[in-house]
């Protein structure tokens, strides 16, 4: 199997300079003012700032990060890309940002390792394979490439699974997206740190913030950690933590935080090449350029804010992943996380205005806002800087949590909620 990654993809990325990893950016000290205020210093936040600068042409921008840049769930995911969403609104919403991927190694300059190796949802059942049929079709007709697998057909792609008549969890077919893949997490923070950096942003780490400044139903800033902090826009893409700070702005949020867990192996020689994923089972599974097999379970039924998961889950995922591929029964287990989600009741994200003036949110991004990481801060960006949604988020503001206009993704966002 040729790896994907690497000297060749360096090669096809055409990179100006030699990359090295971790790049430097600046931090400094915060102004007293800025013309744009970020909140939170995950892939969301930083992508906004340096899409704000680059195509809107903002100058004085800061993103405040209560940690390290990416210490959030932005480099505790299990980087799965893909758009294969059922309705209209969330197809478009995604695919806007897969093909930013496309071209976003190149564009920042930083070769963020997008591996378009593919993406599979395996069904296991006749209600599956229904709902895997409506969903590629629906894909097709949103110009989404999808195709439907037979069993052969998956196990030619992926030798490892039991497609046996024995199976737990019988493999009956599944859809799959071509240009669905990977990417290395950390990579995407550090190359739009740098590329936002490199436009004058300030990336100011170690500054929480605390609560939100509104006078007269207009931000003014926010107080933090390293004092209070003046700006006339504010977003908050504060993933986990962004009810408890609208909260401090007086607006109630429709968001639940939630523990979601992973975990990777030992380093293996290349065995799979694809991502398989099983909403039924609540597992999904690719393997790392290391070599480690990177593995993620549901979330957790609790609620909470500590970066960790019950055993009972990620040993239920285990089983499954067990079960649908006996080889693996031997390997051995390295690492264990869990990073906090916050799901709407529609599983899809809120991008938008709030009614404090020059306050904006973009959260709700639950068990998948890492494939979204460019298109969500292409759009957040489009938002604060003309005070209006762009059209591919104008379907997603708080509003439909009053109107009912909701676009529910349960199905297609394939992590068990
Ligand atoms: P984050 O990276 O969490 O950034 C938010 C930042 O805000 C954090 O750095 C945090 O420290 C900071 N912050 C919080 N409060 C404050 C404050 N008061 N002041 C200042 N800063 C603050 N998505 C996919 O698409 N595919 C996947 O395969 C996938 N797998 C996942 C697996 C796991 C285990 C987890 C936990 C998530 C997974 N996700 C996946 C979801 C994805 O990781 C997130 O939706 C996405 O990374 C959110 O990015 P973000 O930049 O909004 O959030
Ligand atoms: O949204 O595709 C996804 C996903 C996979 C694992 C977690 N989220």
């Known amino acids: 199997m040729a790896n994907r990654y690497s000297f060749w993809s360096l090669l096809r990325h055409g990179l100006k300079h030699h990359q090295s ?4 950016w600046k931090s400094p000290r915060p102004k007293d003012r800025y013309d744009v205020i970020i909140v939170g210093g995950g892939g969301h936040g930083l992508a906004a700032a340096y899409y704000l600068a680059r195509e809107h042409g903002v100058k004085n921008i800061a993103v405040l990060e209560k940690g390290w840049l990416g210490s959030g769930n932005s480099a505790r995911n299990t980087t799965i890309i893909r758009s294969n969403y ?20 190149q564009d920042l300059n930083f ?3 997008f591996s378009q190796r593919g993406v599979m949802n395996v069904g296991h059942t006749l209600q599956d394979m229904r709902d895997i ?51 290395r997490h950390d990579a995407v923070v550090w190359g739009f740190a740098r590329a936002a950096s490199d436009l004058g942003v300030d990336l100011i780490e170690q500054c929480e913030v605390h609560d939100f400044i509104v006078e007269n139903g207009c931000i003014k800033g926010v107080n933090t950690s390293q004092g209070p902090i003046l700006a006339e826009r504010v977003g908050c893409s504060a993933s986990g933590h962004n009810s408890v700070l609208a ?12 523990p979601l867990q992973a975990l990777v192996s030992e380093s293996l020689k290349p065995a799979l090449d694809t991502v398989v994923m099983s909403n039924a089972v609540h597992a999904y599974i690719s393997q790392s350029d290391k070599g480690e097999f990177v593995i993620g379970a549901g979330i957790d039924g609790y609620v909470g804010y500590g970066q960790r998961g019950s055993p009972h889950v990620i040993e239920h995922t285990l089983s499954a992943i067990v079960e649908m591929f006996p080889t693996l029964s031997r390997v051995r287990m390295n690492r264990q996380w869990g990073g906090i989600v916050d799901v709407t009741p529609d599983a899809n994200p809120i991008i938008g205005k709030t009614r404090v003036k020059g306050l904006y949110f973009n959260c709700g991004w639950g068990t998948g806002g890492f494939k979204a990481t460019p298109g969500a801060g292409h759009l957040f960006a489009h938002t604060i800087a003309h005070d209006a949604p762009h059209p591919i988020n104008a379907p997603f503001s708080i509003e439909r949590f009053l109107t009912g206009r909701l676009v529910d993704e349960h199905g297609a966002s394939a992590v068990a909620h």
């Not at 909260?247 to 939630?258: D, K, M, Q, V, Y």
């Open 21 to 24: 990893w971790q790049p430097a």
């Open 111 to 113: 070769n963020v390792l």
């Open 247 to 258: 909260a401090t702005a007086g607006i109630r949020l429709p968001l639940e935080s939630h």
């Open 86 to 105: 059922l309705w209209d609104e969330s197809a478009f919403l995604f695919e806007h940002s897969l093909k930013l991927w496309e071209g976003l190694s």
């Open 133 to 183: 049929e409506r969903r590629v079709n629906a894909n097709l007709l949103n110009g989404v490439d999808a195709v439907i697998l037979t069993p052969r057909q998956i196990k030619e792609r992926v030798p490892l699974i039991d497609i046996g008549p024995g199976a737990r969890y019988p493999v009956m077919g599944a859809s799959f997206q071509p240009r669905g893949g990977v990417a």
